[in-house]
């Protein structure tokens, strides 16, 4: 493989060792934040939704933050490799207008544009996804407690110092500032979380026709980048932040209890675009919280080679930093992300030769 790596927690690893990957295999595919980095996973994805898993009929448990909530909610559409293409030329050609004067547009603007690219690509198509009759999408966001209950220029600055400063001595003290809120379809039909959630504090609600476009939007809204979601139907009031502030990498306890009669022959399967499974985005300086944990026991990470990243334009994966990099060059920076995309097409092309062959766990490392 000169693309894709690929590592196990120690009991995916036994999986891999004695029954190869199917797709019947897959239980849940996370999706992190992180922004335009998703964008080279859509390839794999369009392969994953598209060819692979409906070649079995379990059902699969959906994970998404930020724009891994995008991807997973645009997987669940009919036709899903369309739908991820849409995806993928809607983001690359996102543009926004600067106010003369100033160097970067407003947040009520981006806010704006977000809400008009979900309208754009769920309009009425939101029942594909609260209906799906095999995948089951669970959305995170970050609701705000005590002086974060509201977003504005006093409170917010405030409330996430406090965040920040907690969270360097106890993640889980962090919860004190905010929780996490997930959204998730068919809870009316009783499906449980896909994740323990006694790592953090976590509230669950019903994602409904009534609350998807808020949710998603929420899911999005990086802090004094975007405006928070205010008071979410069908959820207690307050503001709701992208979802990767409470779980940036979707670092969750995956384990199932040993009494599930699947828990010896089901894995996680996480397209990321790193090795590292970073808990939140207040965790990415703080090198210690990016070691594997049990909590990823069961889960394949399917990853970029750093040496293929450094074969891309700027030798970097797409990046927020890119809308600063290119200014006003929207032309430059949509070649340099559709160049990106075109070229990780290697990772779906070495993923699919890795499952079709003989020996998947040769060239697996541990998580």
Aim: net charge positive; proline share 8%.
């Amino acid at each position: 493989m000169n693309a894709l790596q690929i590592f196990a927690g120690p009991r995916a690893l036994a999986h891999l060792r004695a029954h190869g990957l199917a797709p019947a295999h897959v239980r849940a595919i996370p999706a992190a934040a992180g922004g335009p980095k998703g964008l080279t996973l859509l390839p794999l994805d369009r392969f994953l939704f598209g060819e692979w898993l409906p070649q079995s009929v379990q059902p699969v448990d959906l994970i998404g933050a930020s724009i891994g909530a995008w991807r997973m909610a645009a997987a669940m559409l009919d036709q899903p490799a369309a739908a991820l293409a849409s995806l993928e030329h809607a983001y690359i050609h996102q543009d926004y207008d600067v106010p003369p004067g100033r160097k970067a547009p407003t947040r009520d603007h981006i806010s704006e544009r977000f809400a008009e690219g979900i309208h754009a690509m769920f309009g009425q198509r939101v029942q594909e996804v609260l209906g799906h009759p095999r995948y089951r999408l669970h959305v995170v966001t970050s609701r705000g407690r005590h002086i974060l209950h509201r977003d504005n220029r006093v409170r917010s600055p405030l409330g996430y110092a406090g965040a920040f400063f907690t969270n360097i001595a106890s993640r889980k003290a962090m919860g004190a500032w905010l929780e996490r809120a997930v959204f998730s379809s068919h809870l009316a039909a009783g499906a449980p979380l896909p994740f323990a959630a006694n790592d953090y504090r976590t509230r669950r609600y019903a994602l409904s026709p009534v609350n998807f476009a808020p949710v998603v939007q929420a899911s999005c809204s990086i802090p004094f980048l975007l405006n928070a979601v205010h008071d979410i139907p069908g959820a207690p009031p307050g503001a709701y932040w992208d979802g990767g502030i409470t779980d940036y990498h979707l670092h969750l306890d995956y384990r199932l209890p040993p009494d599930r009669a699947d828990a010896a022959s089901s894995v996680v399967l996480y397209p990321h675009f790193q090795r590292a499974v970073v808990p939140g985005w207040l965790d990415k300086s703080l090198k210690w919280r990016h070691r594997s944990t049990h909590f990823l026991d069961d889960v394949i990470v399917l990853a970029p080679k750093p040496e293929w990243v450094a074969t891309l334009p700027n030798q970097k994966l797409p990046d927020r930093t890119d809308f600063a990099r290119y200014g006003r060059d929207l032309a430059a920076r949509v070649k340099a992300w559709d160049t990106a995309v075109a070229e990780s097409q290697r990772l779906c092309d070495e993923f699919a030769a890795w499952v079709a062959g003989s020996e998947p766990a040769a060239v697996v490392e541990p998580l």
